[in-house]
């Protein structure tokens, strides 16, 4: 245990600082956008940018790498980070803002693809639950950390905004300080959309829809908050509702999953989260109680989705491919996060700020239906015991992170060259 923990604490303490920032600026800049009067598609731009650049990123960072090496990169695109947080508390423009969070969102692709490579090269099959769970820990818990830091600090301010540039500058101290040895490149992310698709169509269309209910609700929840008049602790509180549900209930959903044919449970948890969101607007509530019980089962609902269609899509290739099919459906995932803020923005410009709901239930009501249809074209493979995994919640991961997922143990792209795991201390 000690030898497995003791090289990759500087890397998690590295995740955790950058998440930290990550989940207080994820929240913050929606509420200072809202309480400066931008629109609602302003403000909606703030998180498309930033999945346009993260998906971005993920193709680009390994150049940069190749060219500058994992520490100076990782030391730069940390420091990028910093100052784009700063940036947002000296410059308060919506278009400005609009770049900036997208700058930032390609920085934080390329800092967690190094920190994946680095934690890939500590991995053996036997760490490879382990760390994967400590890794899933670490950014979660960081997200959650960050979004309750609001609550204490006012987004009128730059307050704010200088906690985020200290949690991003802090990250780069634990790895810069770390005598581990250099990974190995970074995996060139490749896309084959025909090949996807053609493999699990119920994944495919699983991953965007849950991109899109995802990118809708992280950065809009925070503007639906503001309007309805609660403080900034509700509105934290709101967001870390939505995420307690998506972790408590992705285990049990992921476990029924295992005993009954997938694309089922997608259907299911689909009709759910439709009949629930679309229930939540018709009514207007404004309760806070009643908002945060409906976030908290929405959350169990929607966020499983994506690990629920990687387990169904790795259900249907050879294990060997498992690596190179999840990370296609995470980029499709990006891609759903792409548009969901404007989806939301548009329903929310239109129909109030309970149009949010609306946005959740249509992208559910899709998911659940194709799924059925799918069902309906092919037959599911048995079930298989134990193929399902827990995947981070958080739009912070990168196809890098797929390689320390248990699953992908038989995996020839995950599997170390002997020889190649450096010296620990």
């Known amino acids: 245990m000690r030898s497995t923990l003791v090289p990759i604490v500087s890397l998690l303490l590295s995740t955790f600082l950058m998440m930290v920032g990550a989940g207080l600026s994820g929240v913050v800049l929606p509420v200072r956008g809202a309480l400066e009067g931008w629109s609602i598609y302003e403000i909606g731009l703030l998180g498309t940018g930033y999945a346009v650049a993260f998906t971005l990123g993920c193709f680009v960072a390994p150049g940069i790498v190749r060219r500058a090496g994992h520490v100076r990169a990782f030391t730069a695109l940390v420091a990028f980070l910093a100052i784009c947080a700063l940036l947002h508390g000296l410059i308060v423009h919506p278009l400005v803002w609009i770049l900036i969070r997208g700058?930032?969102?390609?920085?934080?692709?390329?800092?967690?693809?190094?920190?994946?490579?680095?934690?890939?090269?500590?991995?053996?099959?036997?760490?490879?639950?382990?760390?994967?769970?400590?890794y899933m820990v670490a950014t979660m818990g960081a997200v959650m950390t960050g979004?309750?830091?609001?609550?204490?600090?006012?987004?009128?301010?730059?307050?704010?905004?200088?906690?985020?540039?200290?949690?991003?500058?802090?990250?780069?101290?634990?790895?810069?300080?770390?005598?581990?040895?250099?990974?190995?490149?970074?995996?060139?992310?490749?896309?084959?959309?025909?090949?996807?698709?053609?493999?699990?169509?119920?994944?495919?269309?699983?991953?965007?829809?849950?991109?899109?209910?995802?990118?809708?609700?992280?950065?809009?929840?925070?503007?639906?908050?503001?309007?309805?008049g609660y403080d900034r602790a509700r509105i934290s509180t709101l967001l870390v509702a939505t995420m307690a549900g998506g972790i408590l209930l992705q285990f049990p959903l992921g476990r029924l999953s295992d005993r009954i044919d997938r694309r089922l449970v997608?259907?299911?948890?689909?009709?759910?989260?439709?009949?629930?969101?679309?229930?939540?607007?018709?009514?207007?509530?404004?309760?806070?109680?009643?908002?945060?019980?409906?976030?908290?089962?929405?959350?169990?609902?929607?966020?499983?989705?994506?690990?629920?269609?990687?387990?169904?899509?790795?259900?249907?290739?050879?294990?060997?491919?498992?690596?190179?099919?999840?990370?296609?459906?995470?980029?499709?995932?990006?891609?759903?996060?792409?548009?969901?803020?404007?989806?939301?923005?548009?329903?929310?410009?239109?129909?109030?700020?309970?149009?949010?709901?609306?946005?959740i239930a249509g992208c559910s009501f899709v998911m659940a239906v194709f799924s059925l249809f799918r069902m309906s074209r092919r037959q599911g493979p048995p079930p298989a015991p134990e193929s399902f995994a827990t995947m981070p919640l958080a739009r912070a991961q990168t196809p890098g992170s797929l390689v320390l997922d248990p699953r992908a143990e038989a995996s020839p792209e995950a599997a170390p060259e002997a020889g190649d795991a450096p010296p620990q201390g």
């Open 103 to 134: 700058a930032s969102g390609f920085a934080l692709a390329g800092a967690f693809m190094i920190i994946e490579s680095w934690l890939n090269e500590r991995v053996t099959n036997e760490s490879r639950g382990l760390v994967f769970s400590l």
């Open 147 to 228: 979004q309750f830091v609001m609550p204490f600090t006012d987004p009128l301010l730059t307050t704010p905004f200088m906690l985020c540039g200290i949690a991003f500058a802090a990250a780069v101290i634990p790895t810069a300080m770390s005598r581990q040895a250099h990974p190995k490149p970074l995996t060139e992310v490749r896309l084959d959309l025909r090949a996807i698709f053609a493999t699990s169509p119920a994944a495919a269309v699983g991953v965007i829809m849950g991109g899109v209910m995802e990118g809708a609700w992280n950065n809009m929840a925070p503007v639906f908050g503001n309007a309805v």
């Open 266 to 359: 997608m259907s299911a948890a689909g009709f759910l989260c439709a009949a629930l969101a679309l229930t939540a607007a018709m009514m207007a509530s404004r309760d806070p109680a009643t908002i945060f019980l409906t976030a908290f089962l929405m959350g169990g609902l929607v966020y499983p989705v994506y690990s629920l269609a990687v387990a169904h899509a790795n259900d249907m290739v050879e294990s060997s491919d498992f690596v190179k099919t999840a990370g296609g459906l995470l980029i499709l995932y990006g891609i759903g996060t792409m548009f969901g803020p404007m989806l939301a923005a548009g329903l929310m410009q239109t129909r109030g700020p309970h149009g949010l709901f609306l946005a």
